[in-house]
């Protein structure tokens, strides 16, 4: 759903990434995915801090120790009810908003009080995203599978709407936030990550009412990256720049390769425990 970028440097830097990455979801115990996920949500933070207009390095840094401990406290708690609160509030929160994202005004002038509101917005956005997985993570039989299409289902519907939007790409979803995106896009994005959902589905042995319930989750999860991607884009706007760090060429900061998974995963994650697939 973002804007095209080159081509070039974004395949470059998805084939060196993800063979790491489903090794890291397949192959390493839940304590070290956590550490590994942990210390991404902790560089996400350190970006989402400077977008929001926070600047004094030494404030940035006791905030993420305060990030840290908090997911050390919930790590102890990840499979309590408190934990699933934690999470069903992250979902809340990207439910609602749209609320912002219909006023891409709100907040937009650089005053300590709206840099203050957005660095609040971190916490709530970060966290039961790091919870969801680490709690899918360690969810019993297949768990490692089940993070493993959780996230590629966001990467699907990211490739799809890239090469859809950039083909047939004529309606623009939020012009006034992110113009490169497309209704077109999102629609490329939708059948890319229900064909992989049905494929996965299928290796899970899902079937008939199982395998709706997981297309529909999957529908559900592509929304809900749409919603993190317009975020971050609307806080990239209010800064005035196009990325939210140079870590990966042609990709940008890591908050640009993470915004979507943050705002799907307590969804996709509620949504399972719930249905108890």
Known sequence: MRAPEPLGQRTLTAVLLAPAAIA???????????????????????????????????????????MAGACLGLWFWRAAPAGHAVIAAGALGWTLSPLWLCRPTLWASPTRAHAGIK????????????????????????????????????????????????????TRLAPLISPGKTWEGVGGGLLLAAALAAAFGWMLELRGIRLLLLLGMAALAVAYSILGDLVESLLKRQAAVKDSGRMFPGHGGLLDRIDSVLAAAPAFVLLKLWLHL
């Open 24 to 66: 890291l979801i397949l192959l390493a115990p839940t304590w070290l995915f956590a550490l590994a996920i942990g210390v991404i949500v902790l560089a996400a933070l350190w970006e989402w801090s400077r977008l929001a207009g926070w600047r004094l390095r030494p404030l940035r840094a006791v905030l993420l120790a305060a």
């Open 119 to 170: 660095l609040g917005l971190a916490l709530p956005a970060l966290l039961p995203a790091w919870l969801a997985l680490v709690t899918l993570h360690a969810g019993g039989m297949r768990a490692h599978v089940w993070t493993l299409l959780a996230l590629m289902l966001i990467w699907a519907a990211d490739t799809g709407a890239y090469f859809a939007g950039t083909r047939f790409g004529r």
